[in-house]
């Protein structure tokens, strides 16, 4: 499975961003999938996850503000992020769900940086 990430940029707070995963290897649609974050010097941390049958999660961090979906004819998966603030700066990566941590190859993620 490779997974590639785009779409990041720089916005300013309160501003939004649609970031996109394209995947390969995989039907979108036959697994669940998940988008994750990480500030430099810290853990990744889990931000969405979309299963196969189209329901959806999000941390309460970004609840109300951030929304997973996916495309199954384009197989790729995008987080639509509203009302961005400076705490949602990181890298976002994709990836599968996972609550052993065992994940495939990680693709090199995108940048969102939220300043004014």
């Known amino acids: 499975v490779q997974l590639v990430e785009s779409g990041g940029g720089l916005v300013q707070p309160g501003g939004s961003l649609r970031v996109s995963c394209e995947v390969s290897?995989?039907?979108?649609?036959?697994?669940?999938m998940g988008w994750y974050r990480q500030v430099a010097g810290k853990q990744r941390e889990w931000v969405a996850t979309i299963t196969s049958f189209g329901g959806t999660n999000v941390a309460d961090s970004v609840a109300g503000r951030f929304t997973i979906s996916r495309d199954n004819a384009k197989n790729t998966v995008y987080l639509q992020m509203n009302s961005l603030n400076a705490e949602d700066t990181a890298v976002y990566y994709c990836n599968r769900p996972s609550a052993v941590g065992v994940f495939w190859s990680w693709g090199q993620g995108t940048q969102v940086t939220v300043s004014s």
């Open positions: 290897g995989i039907m979108v649609n036959l697994v669940s």
